[in-house]
Structures are given as structure tokens and as C-alpha cells.
């Protein structure tokens, strides 16, 4: 019987292949490596908050641990905005130092701080700047959606400065334990808080609250964001979406 010729290209076919494979894969390594080192540079050399936050999401998707001694010094930066993205980097590899210093961000309301970030509009002052720090550090807790906070968050649901950004990042943290909570914060006497917190029982996917919600069907109060939204569009569609599920 005559051979079949492209029978015995194969092993040199397969070969040619493997090469090629492992040539790439060796290259990808050197560009991981190179990447994270740019990553790392625009970290530590980002101007604004929002801009390092970006690059603080990257670095705890790359998954390497190396990272957390490069921008270590970020973590007491007098710039709190700053400090706190560092200390997303650390929590987002479940580190307890990054979860400290975005807690004692959270829980500090008196402590004097040079002028920072986060005051939309200009006009600085200490209260102003406090308020913004603590604003932003729930918002990081609410990106990492990591239930370790809970405890911490939960009773801010009564602190006015705050409480309506608590609520989402409890519906983003996306832990069940905190449904309670929520549809106890659907009594707040600001509508603002009332839709963070249907939104939040929203997303929680928490039936248990559709008996309370349907009590605000009639809660014509508006938010003063969002186009100025009424309390009961928000429970209406929540009450839509979450009879849906049931």
C-alpha cells in the first residue's frame, strides 16, 4: 500500500505548532510583567482620584500580590481619595490593612486634613471635605463587594451625611443580611434615602420587602437627583421587577 505523504508532516506540523505556542506564551509573560510595572507607575502617578481608582481596578484584577509593597506609601497619602484607592488594592486581595484605613476613613468625622479631592464645585471647607472622604470610602467598600464591612455599614444607615450612598453599596456588597435594614430605611423622612434604599432591596433581589414597598405607591416625595424622581416610580418598578422573580 502506498504511504499517504501528508500522513508524515504531522510530527513537523505539530512541532512547528508547540514551538510557535510556547514562544507566545513566554512573550505574553514578559508583557504581564511589563504591564503590570506600567500600571503600577500609573498609580503611583496619577494626579486625580478617579483616574487611579481605574488603574486600582486593573492591578487587583491582575491577581498579583507583588503589587501591594510597590504602593505601600499610598496608604498614609494626606490626600484621603488617594489613601483610599491604595487601600482598594489591598482589600481587593482581601489584605486587612486596606479594609482598616478605608474603615478609618468611613468612621472619621472630626479629624483637621489639608485640602483634597472630591468637593464638586470648588468652595473647600474642613466639613465639606470630611463629608466627601467618608462619601467616598463607602463608595470603594460598595466597588470591592466584600460583606466584611457589613457591620460597619449597616448602622450608617441612620447617619444623614451618608446613609443614602450606604444603601447602595450594601445592594452592591450584595449580602442578604443586610434586607432588614433596608426596608427599616424605607421609614427614612428623606425621600433621597427611601429610593437608595428601594433601589438597593432592588438589587438584593428582596421579595420579603414587597409588602412594605407597595406602601409607597403613593409617596409622591421627590429625590433631588435622577430628574427629580418620585419615591413611588422607584417602588413601582422595584415592585415590578421583584414580583417578577417571586
Known amino acids: 500500500m502506498r504511504r499517504n505523504d501528508s500522513n508524515g508532516l504531522w510530527p513537523s506540523v505539530c512541532l512547528s505548532l508547540l514551538v510557535l505556542l510556547l514562544f507566545l506564551g513566554a512573550r505574553g509573560t514578559g508583557q504581564q510583567g511589563e504591564s503590570l510595572a506600567v500600571l503600577v ?10 483616574q487611579q481608582l481605574e488603574v486600582a481596578q486593573k492591578l487587583v484584577a491582575r491577581n498579583d500580590r507583588k503589587v501591594l509593597s510597590q504602593i505601600q506609601p499610598c496608604l498614609n497619602n494626606e490626600d484621603r481619595h488617594l489613601r483610599g484607592n491604595a487601600a482598594f488594592v489591598f482589600a481587593g486581595f482581601g489584605d486587612e490593612r486596606g479594609f482598616k484605613v478605608i474603615d478609618d476613613i468611613l468612621m472619621d468625622r472630626s479629624s ?9 464645585g470648588g468652595g473647600w471647607a474642613l466639613a465639606a471635605q470630611i463629608k466627601a472622604d467618608r ?51 424605607l421609614n427614612d423622612p428623606s425621600p433621597d434615602m427611601r429610593v437608595s434604599s428601594i433601589e438597593a432591596l432592588d438589587t438584593l433581589d428582596a421579595t420579603e420587602a414587597l409588602p412594605r414597598l407597595r406602601l409607597l405607591l403613593k ?13 413611588s416610580e422607584a417602588a413601582q418598578s422595584a415592585i415590578a421587577r421583584l414580583s417578577a422573580i417571586r
Do not use: C, M
Open 41 to 50: 507607575r500609573e498609580f503611583n502617578g496619577s494626579q486625580y482620584f478617579w
Open 112 to 120: 483637621p486634613r489639608p485640602e483634597g479631592q472630591g468637593i464638586p
Open 135 to 185: 462619601y467616598y470610602a463607602v463608595h470603594l467598600l460598595g466597588l470591592l463587594k466584600n460583606p466584611r464591612p457589613l457591620p460597619v455599614l449597616i448602622p450608617l444607615l441612620k447617619d444623614n451625611e451618608i446613609n443614602y450612598k450606604v444603601a447602595w453599596a450594601l445592594g452592591e456588597i450584595g449580602d442578604k443580611a443586610a434586607i432588614p435594614a433596608l426596608i427599616d430605611a
Open 219 to 231: 409617596d409622591d416625595d421627590r429625590i433631588h437627583t435622577d430628574n427629580l424622581r418620585k419615591v
